[in-house]
């Protein structure tokens, strides 16, 4: 036995649970990430503010022990200034005192000095690489007076800078454990609180999951206002989805009892004229049979018109449309399909453009049956008029008969009304036009003059294109 056919699933895009963790996930990685290099800065900053103070105080008793004696400038090393450098441990020191003329009075003659407009009685501090290792220093003067001296003596401590790096990675990385906890508590709490906020949704889909097929009937539920919308979105879908169902439960009723109307008369008539014998009756009994197979073939095609309107009712985009061509196109189509009788239309149509937007398949079906209503109803000649009334747009057709045994327009449009006298009406041509005027928010008028009935069907009118046109 062959293997059974699995039926391909769609496939299923990430739930807003997922994406939401994701987001929340990328936003707080990014938000970690910029703390800790802000607490990094800050970090070195504190430890560069909190080392500087020592070289600033190793830089001060220095420059307290700059004396001049006999004429030359002496200095007297506090030992006081190097155990206020030695509370940075394990770091190098390095220092260097220079003469107004740039001549090193003690320590390193190689140490890199800045620029001396840069520095102040204060203390300027600045990073060199000297001997191989990265090294942060503060320069200090103190201007000289004497007779025989006169000038700044800059004075320039330094030390290296591990203890820096490793003050400023101790402070990220306690700063780092707090974020990171934060964050993921964050992210916990923010799971959870998506999860409850989730719940109206899960509750929607249980209910459809768990609803007979065959129910319609809208969802009675309390939901937030951003879920509400949803559900009464939902419930005006199923209401028209239900009216729609009913309409075509209902037009497949009627069409099937038409159908078979039809067909037991054809088939009675057929039977009669079997056994009949006399020429006579058997005449009018063929004429009864190709009125009957008149109206059945008319009834099909109509049938056919009509689940087709109703279907693009439903899917057709609204195009800009000239009335003008969907008079001429519906003209044309009408005369062809009624062939050898060569039905007497005429056309009145005016030169400017009259636009509409809508579906010109429906609009064509809709004269078409207007026409075919005059010409089978009424009396001829026919008038086909495209023209403005009252700022809309109407498609009017007229008869020299009396036209419908109506008082208004809200009476006529039911399926299957069919005139007992006239077997071969289809009884959906009306129909047909109330649909299509509804689909368009248009409107059946009618209109009895001395000329004839006159039945139009008026649309809204649309200025796009006119002036173009």
């Known amino acids: 036995m062959g293997q059974p056919v699995r039926q391909a699933l769609p496939g299923r895009s990430l739930s807003i649970v997922y994406r939401l963790t994701i987001s929340l996930t990328l936003v707080l990685t990014l938000a970690v990430a910029a703390t800790i290099w802000a607490a990094y800065g800050f970090g070195r900053q504190a430890a560069n503010e909190a080392f500087d103070r020592l070289l600033q105080g190793a830089a001060l008793q220095i420059a307290e022990r700059i004396f001049v004696v006999e004429g030359e400038v002496r200095v007297d090393i506090p030992v006081s200034a190097f155990a206020l450098l030695s509370l940075a441990k394990d770091e190098r020191v390095f220092y260097r005192v220079a003469q107004p003329?740039?001549?090193?009075?003690?320590?390193?003659?190689?140490?890199?000095?800045?620029?001396?407009?840069?520095?102040?009685?204060?203390?300027?501090?600045?990073?060199?690489?000297?001997?191989?290792?990265?090294?942060?220093?503060?320069?200090?003067?103190?201007?000289?007076?004497?007779?025989?001296?006169?000038?700044?003596?800059?004075?320039?401590?330094?030390?290296?800078?591990?203890?820096?790096?490793?003050?400023?990675?101790?402070?990220?990385?306690?700063?780092?454990?707090?974020?990171?906890?934060?964050?993921?508590?964050?992210?916990?709490?923010?799971?959870?609180?998506?999860?409850?906020?989730?719940?109206?949704?899960?509750?929607?889909?249980?209910?459809?999951?768990?609803?007979?097929?065959?129910?319609?009937?809208?969802?009675?539920?309390?939901?937030?206002?951003?879920?509400?919308?949803?559900?009464?979105?939902?419930?005006?879908?199923?209401?028209?989805?239900?009216?729609?169902?009913?309409?075509?439960?209902?037009?497949?009723?009627?069409s099937a009892h038409q159908i078979r109307t039809s067909i037991t008369a054809l088939r009675a008539h057929s039977e009669l004229a079997l056994e009949e014998e006399d020429p006579q009756r058997l005449k009018s009994l063929h004429r009864r049979i190709r009125s009957r197979a008149i109206g059945l073939n008319r009834l099909t095609d109509q049938l056919l018109s009509h689940a087709l309107v109703t279907h693009r009712a439903d899917t057709a985009p609204l195009e800009l449309l000239d009335l003008r061509r969907i008079a001429v196109g519906a003209e044309r189509d009408f005369v062809q399909i009624a062939g050898a009788q060569r039905p007497r239309i005429r056309l009145d149509l005016p030169e400017e453009p009259v636009m509409v937007r809508g579906d010109a398949f429906s609009l064509r079906e809709a004269v078409k049956n207007l026409l075919n209503n005059a010409h089978a109803h009424g009396t001829p000649p026919v008038d086909l008029t495209v023209a403005l009334k009252d700022d809309r747009a109407c498609i009017a057709v007229t008869d020299r008969g009396e036209g419908l045994p109506v008082s208004d327009a809200t009476e006529i449009g039911h399926r299957f009304a069919i005139n007992p006298n006239k077997p071969e009406s289809a009884g959906l041509g009306l129909a047909i036009v109330r649909e299509v005027a509804e689909f368009h928010h248009g409107r059946i008028t009618l209109d009895r003059e001395k000329r004839g009935f006159t039945i139009s069907l008026d649309l809204p009118l649309t200025r796009e294109g006119t002036e173009a046109s």
Do not use: W
């Not at 690489?129 to 503060?138: K, P, T, Y």
């Not at 799971?191 to 768990?210: D, F, G, K, S, V």
């Open 101 to 254: 003329d740039g001549t090193t009075l003690t320590g390193y003659e190689d140490f890199p000095m800045p620029d001396t407009e840069r520095i102040r009685e204060g203390g300027f501090a600045y990073e060199v690489d000297f001997g191989g290792e990265r090294v942060r220093a503060l320069a200090m003067r103190r201007r000289l007076a004497e007779r025989a001296v006169s000038g700044d003596i800059h004075i320039i401590v330094a030390h290296t800078t591990g203890s820096r790096e490793q003050l400023a990675r101790s402070m990220v990385t306690q700063a780092v454990a707090v974020i990171a906890g934060a964050g993921l508590a964050i992210l916990i709490l923010a799971l959870l609180a998506m999860r409850y906020a989730m719940r109206p949704l899960e509750r929607i889909q249980t209910a459809i999951l768990e609803r007979d097929p065959l129910d319609l009937s809208p969802f009675s539920m309390h939901a937030p206002d951003e879920v509400s919308a949803l559900v009464t979105s939902i419930n005006r879908f199923m209401g028209r989805l239900d009216r729609r169902v009913r309409a075509m439960q209902d037009y497949v009723a009627d």
